[in-house]
């Protein structure tokens, strides 16, 4: 039975590239693959493999002092999600441009939001109708899965953020609940942060990210549309059923299907459907 893992830790490591060394022959030697990313801030990565290998992963890497406790989310794979196994060393495990704004602690991150458990969501927005949810996540992500309602801010990449922050196109949101969210929380760790070192008063962020809010609620929630992930399986849904929010590029129809842009010079991500799919690769073939 195959496995996809995706984990975090924000914790302080002295020496990232002995984790870096540590961690990719680890995974070498439990014939894993996938992504991962160590700093000085702590880990992040996305691996998969059979399960038993899987659970092996885990329970020697929750065995390294700073990352005992971590939390892993687990989901169905097909042993195809990831070509070849990457581990490097970099400045940020998420990548907002911002290394030096970061502080960490065995805790986490320091002066990030409240961490607020899916069940924890539905009470905030009951007793606060003004709170919003704001999407960490690149818009293309949004376009085939978000909450209802929420804001989805006009990025390309994360550290696009940054830049939005300091030109202050959410400042009205300063004295608003906002409720931060992101695929499995990593992001909005930071952002959290972010938004918070900038003056905004009342930061929360969906602990476990739209992972655990699925795994909670299903189809039956705030949640709609399906999930993009950053693997080989482009997207993942909660359940049968889930509601297709997603528009293809080419030709207007519903669609949840996620796929690189047709024009090799172009790095964007497109929704495109099943039917369409063929067209735009025969495209990428010519150009």
Request: proline share 3%; hydrophobic share 35%; aromatic share 8%.
């Amino acid at each position: 039975m195959q496995k996809v893992l995706l984990f975090y830790r924000f914790t302080p490591i002295a020496d990232p590239e002995a984790v870096r060394l540590w961690q990719h022959a680890l995974c070498e030697s439990l014939g894993l693959t996938g992504r991962i990313l160590v700093s000085r801030h702590g880990i992040n990565g996305t691996v998969g493999g059979d399960m038993a290998a899987c659970k092996r992963y885990v329970r020697a890497t929750r065995g390294y002092s700073g990352f005992h406790g971590m939390d892993v989310k687990w989901s169905s794979g097909t042993g195809e999600e990831f070509p070849r196994l990457s581990v490097k060393a970099r400045d940020e495990i998420v990548s907002f441009g911002a290394p030096e704004e970061l502080e960490v602690d065995a805790e986490g991150v320091v002066g990030g939001g409240r961490h607020l458990k899916p069940g924890e969501l539905h009470a905030l927005l009951e007793a606060r109708p003004d709170a919003v949810m704001f999407d960490g996540r690149n818009r293309f992500e949004a376009e085939v899965g978000r909450f209802k309602d929420a804001i989805v801010p006009d990025v390309d990449t994360t550290k696009d953020f940054v830049r939005l922050l300091d030109e202050g196109v959410y400042d009205h949101l300063k004295d608003t609940p906002v409720v931060t969210y992101c695929t499995g929380g990593i992001r909005c760790e930071v952002l959290s942060s972010l938004m918070r070192s900038r003056g905004f008063q009342d930061v929360y962020q969906l602990d476990g990210g739209i992972v655990r809010y699925g795994e909670s609620f299903g189809n039956g929630g705030l949640w709609e549309g399906s999930l993009y992930v950053f693997d080989g399986r482009g997207t993942m849904d909660f359940g049968d059923g889930a509601a297709v929010v997603g528009t293809c590029h080419r030709c207007g129809a519903g669609t949840n299907r996620v796929a690189n842009c047709a024009d090799r010079s172009c790095r964007r991500q497109l929704t495109t459907c099943d039917g369409c799919a063929p067209a735009c690769e025969a495209h990428a073939a010519l150009v």
